[in-house]
């Protein structure tokens, strides 16, 4: 298994960033990739970023690219999401998870473990 913490979530201004970060312990040697995924409240989950856990391939959703970056770092097993000029519509609660396959995912279907997630919300 692999556990996961997220923090870094709080409630920030419009234009304002946060910095999130997701810890993994456990069985990291089966981590192929990892994702930030987002849920506001009465909708879906639905994806935001992923990275591979090795190489340099980083995936966006359409509506954060040029606004958010994925990085990892392998030495401390931790993901981070770095989130700048935040808009209203980035309120969600924002969880990472793990992929053991190589599939390219974009569904919450394509990942195994799920941290509890972190409040992000953006004041107008």
């Known amino acids: 298994q692999v556990q996961l913490v997220e923090s870094g979530g709080g409630l920030v201004q419009a234009g304002g960033s946060l910095r999130l970060s997701c810890a993994a312990s456990?069985?990291?040697?089966?981590?192929?990739?990892m994702g930030w995924f987002r849920q506001a409240p009465g909708k879906e989950r639905e994806f935001v970023a992923r990275?591979?856990?090795?190489?340099?391939?980083?995936y966006y959703a359409d509506s954060v690219k040029g606004r958010f970056t994925i990085s990892r770092d392998n030495a401390k097993n931790e993901v981070y999401l770095q989130m700048n000029s935040l808009k209203p519509e980035d309120t969600a609660v924002y969880y990472c998870?793990?992929?053991?396959?190589?599939?390219?995912?974009?569904?919450?279907?394509?990942?195994?473990?799920w941290g509890q997630g972190t409040q992000v919300t953006v004041s107008s």
């Open positions: 456990g069985r990291t040697f089966r981590i192929y990739a």
């Open positions: 990275i591979l856990w090795s190489g340099e391939s980083t």
């Open positions: 998870a793990t992929q053991s396959s190589s599939l390219s995912s974009r569904s919450p279907l394509g990942y195994d473990y």
